[in-house]
C-alpha cells in the first residue's frame, strides 16, 4: 500500500474529481451532507470558515494496494484501513470521505479531508511525508499486504526522457545480471540493447569506484538507476553467479565420471565374459590321427602275447 498526498486550496474541485468518475462509489463518510456533491463541498467549505486564514484547507490522499492483493480488498477492508492510516496521520475530529474508483488494474481509493478539524484548529501537516511512508509500511505488514517495489507502481508509459530511458535501462539489467558471470559478459549482453558501460575510478587510480550506463545520449550511474545496480553490488551478482555455474559444472563432470566408472565396470564384465569364451575355444581339441591308434593297437598286441608266453614257461 502506498499513499500521495496533495494539498489543495478548493473542495468543489477535489470532490466532483473523485466523484465524476465511472463506476466511483461513495463507500464512507463523515460529517458533512450527501445529497448531492454540491452539499458535500459546501459542508466542508462551512468548516473551513471557522479558520479561513488557511489557504490549503484540502487533504486529498489516493490510497493505492496492490492488484495482487485484489480478491482481499472488499470495500468494508479498505474503508478500515483508510480510518487506521488517518488516525496515525493525526486526521481526527474532522471531515472527509472515502471514495473507491475502478478506472484502474490496482485497487484504490480516494479521500478527501478536510485539515481544519472540526474546533477550527488546523491538523498539522509537519514531516507529513516522512509519517506517510512509514504509516504506509506498517499497515501494509500488520495486515499482509503485498510489498511492492516503488517501480512496479510507476505507469511506464506515460514517463518522458530521461526517465523513459533509466527505465529501458532498469528492465535491461534485471534480465541480463541475472545470468552473466562477469564484466565482460554483462557489458556484451547490455550492448545488444544498444546500452554502453562506462567504470568510473577513484582519482587517479585504477581502483574502481562506480558505473555508468548509456543508452540514448543519456548516461546515468548504476546506483541511480536502482540501489541494487551499484558497481558493487552488481560484481557480488555476478561472483555469485560464476561460483554458481561452477558448482553446476562441478555436479556435472561428478555425474559424467560416474556414469563412465559404470559403463567400464560393465565393459570388463562383458569383456571378461567374452574372452572368457575365447580361452575356452583356444584349447587344443583331441585330433583323430590313424597311424597314433594303429600304433596302439599293435602295442597292445604285442604286449598281450609277452605276457601269453610267460605263462607258457611257469607251467
Known sequence: MIAKIVQGRGFRGAV??????????LLYAEGVRLKDKKSISHSFVVQHKLNPNISKPVAHISLDFSVQDKKRLTDRFMVDVAQEYMEKMGYKDTQYIIVRHHDTDHPHIHLVINRIDDN??????QNEKLRNVKICMELTKKHGLYIASGKENVKEHRLKEPDKTKYEIYHALQSAVSKCRNWQELKAELLKSGITTEFRNNGATDKIQGVRFGKNGYEFNGSKIDRAYSYSKISYQLQKNEKLQQVQINKSKQLTRQDNKTDISLGLESSSSIMGGLFDLMKPLPVYDENEVEFFRQEA???????????????
Open 120 to 125: 477550527g484548529k488546523r491538523i498539522s501537516d
Open 16 to 25: 466532483s474529481y473523485i466523484l465524476d468518475k465511472d463506476n466511483a462509489r
Open 301 to 315: 598286441k604285442k604286449l598281450k602275447k609277452r605276457k601269453a608266453n610267460q605263462y607258457r614257461h611257469r607251467l
